[in-house]
């Protein structure tokens, strides 16, 4: 890393504002069993929102296999999602399926009036911008005026992104997780709600939750050296198959190259030590640094 990243690296880390600007999918779905239908869809529960609160949830297919990670945001009798770029289309697709079932409608025209930011430290508020957490949702017209009320923000590149995702345990789709991922696999906290009613899937989250656990689970891993072209498997001291990384990063807060991956059940307590050929990697509970 250069000096001028390692510079806006340091500036966010120091507790400075940075901003990524990157495109996410945005959608509103309301009507009068908008409620009932996401209910039977996600793996949390709307329901509970009250006007203005928000939480994590997952659209799983019928085997309890990812399709899509989201943020819900409950605006009066709308519910506004946000997730990837990379798995909008499938959930406009899941939801829009649904639409001609009862009074369940899906606005999917949103996205093309807002412009999306990732924000590090504190957020402006401006009239019209949609915020899930520190992903928000710039009005296109007000682009301009939100830059300017960042205080003393940097922009930041794709290479900082993915050292900073990285080190706050949030995995990216097509890297980190795809549609062979169980969701309980991603080890995401409020991620599933196991007290409400039945959606797709819910079968297999449910048993994996009530009768026994994931056979693997993502987790975070310290990494003794910088990896060369060894195999991105997992082992244990004495040989055994233990997982599977899945990106790795050089992290300047730690001094240490670090890792997500999937990392088998009984190899997942923080501390433990395992191998990527002669480099070794300790499991640590993410984030890798806390806010």
């Known amino acids: 890393m250069n000096e001028e990243l390692l510079e806006k690296y340091n500036h966010i880390r120091n507790g400075g504002t940075g901003f990524y600007q990157q495109k996410r999918g945005l959608l509103s779905v309301?009507?009068?069993?908008a409620e009932k239908f996401l209910n039977g869809?996600?793996?949390?529960?709307?329901?509970?929102?009250?006007?203005?609160?928000?939480?994590?949830?997952?659209?799983p297919n019928a085997q309890g296999r990812l399709l899509a990670v989201v943020r819900v945001l409950r605006k009066g009798e709308r519910f506004l999602f946000e997730t990837?770029?990379?798995?909008?289309a499938e959930l406009e697709n899941n939801l829009m399926r649904w639409t001609f079932?009862?009074?369940f409608y899906v606005d999917n025209e949103l996205q093309y009036d807002y412009v999306s930011f990732t924000v590090w430290g504190e957020v402006p508020e401006i009239e019209g911008n949609i915020r899930f957490s520190n992903e928000v949702f710039?009005?296109?017209e007000s682009v301009e005026e939100f830059k300017?009320?960042?205080?003393?923000?940097?922009?930041?590149s794709d290479e900082i992104y993915q050292i900073l995702r990285m080190e706050d345990g949030i995995p990216l789709y097509g890297i980190d997780m795809d549609e062979t991922t169980i969701v309980p696999e991603l080890g995401l906290d409020g991620l599933?709600?196991?007290?409400?009613?039945?959606?797709i899937g819910?079968?297999?989250?449910a048993r994996i939750y009530f009768r026994g656990h994931v056979a693997k689970q993502m987790k975070g891993l310290v990494l003794s050296g910088e990896l060369g072209v060894e195999s991105r498997e997992l082992k244990t001291v004495d040989g055994k198959s233990a997982g599977k990384i899945t990106a790795v990063c050089y992290s300047p807060k730690l001094g240490k190259h670090i890792a997500l991956g999937y990392v088998r059940y009984d190899y997942l307590a923080d501390g433990t030590e395992l191998k990527i050929g002669e480099t070794t990697a300790i499991v640590k509970n993410l984030p890798f640094i806390e806010k």
């Open 30 to 33: 309301y009507g009068k069993e």
């Open 41 to 59: 869809m996600i793996t949390n529960d709307v329901a509970k929102l009250a006007d203005g609160e928000q939480m994590l949830a997952a659209f």
């Open 84 to 88: 990837e770029e990379e798995t909008f």
């Open 101 to 103: 079932a009862g009074d």
């Open 138 to 140: 710039v009005l296109e």
């Open 148 to 156: 300017s009320k960042l205080e003393n923000a940097v922009e930041i």
């Open 192 to 199: 599933i709600s196991y007290n409400k009613g039945c959606y």
């Open 202 to 205: 819910q079968e297999i989250i």
